[in-house]
């Protein structure tokens, strides 16, 4: 099966400072994509970066940035000079083709962010 | 700028209404997804289409249906709503097999509330 946990629930960081919000998934497959959604108190989902599983190098987006260690099947976002605005549920997700050819991404349960000023 | 436009953000239904959520989007994606958001649940899949008329079962499709007649919108239907049906329902949409894979594109959500 396909699965993505996010170990801890919620998380809180001070205003400024740096924080990594980690995610492991249970893939078979050698070719895949790897997200980071932020949900806001608005609701709308927002992705915030991707990687794919043939690239080695992490992909950087900013003030954001992953560590994808493939062996591990480990995926962590690490989020720099943290803002208020970066307050939300994070979402990893991993996205997989089925046996209709189809893709479904698969999320992770959700981590609660908080940034204290 | 694209969008997926879901019709309502907030509904109220009686148990045992038939209800219907609506979906939209204007980016010609062949696929298109609903999910149910639950505390501590995440996000769970509960149908999705890659074409029109076809449709898949996702993980969670008991007490749901959907229908796609046109590509650019999907509909999740509750024959009968029940109370363990309220919950958050986000509709999503993404090309069918396109190189490099950008994800999903996701609605605003419907926050559906069955008394």
């Known amino acids: 099966a396909q699965t993505v946990t996010q170990s801890q629930p919620e998380m809180s960081v001070q205003e400024a400072e740096t924080v990594t919000l980690s995610c492991t998934y249970d893939?078979?497959?050698?070719?895949?994509?790897l997200f980071w959604y932020k949900q806001p108190p608005s609701r709308q989902m927002i992705l915030v970066i991707r990687?794919?599983?043939?690239?080695?190098q992490n992909a950087t987006e900013n003030r954001f940035s992953v560590n994808f260690q493939k062996a591990a099947k480990s995926f962590s976002l690490k989020i720099s000079d943290s803002q208020l605005g970066d307050a939300a549920m994070y979402f990893c997700a991993y996205t997989y083709s089925t046996e209709g050819g189809s893709e479904k991404l698969v999320f992770g349960k959700g981590m609660k962010l908080t940034v204290n000023p | 700028d694209v969008k997926v436009t879901q019709s309502s953000r907030y509904l109220v239904k009686r148990t045992g209404e038939k209800v219907f959520l609506e979906c939209v989007q204007d980016?010609?994606?062949?696929?298109m997804f609903w999910y149910r958001q639950d505390p501590g649940l995440g996000l769970r899949l509960i149908y999705f289409s890659y074409d029109v008329k076809m449709k898949e079962k996702g993980d969670i499709p008991e007490g749901y249906s959907v229908s796609r007649e046109k590509k650019e919108r999907f509909s999740l239907i509750l024959e009968s709503a029940s109370t363990n049906q309220t919950s958050m329902y986000l509709c999503a949409s993404s090309f069918q097999g396109a190189l490099p894979n950008y994800g999903y594109t996701f609605g605003s959500g419907t926050r559906l509330t069955v008394v």
């Open positions: 893939t078979s497959e050698s070719d895949y994509y």
């Open positions: 980016m010609d994606h062949e696929n």
């Open positions: 990687q794919e599983a043939y690239k080695q």
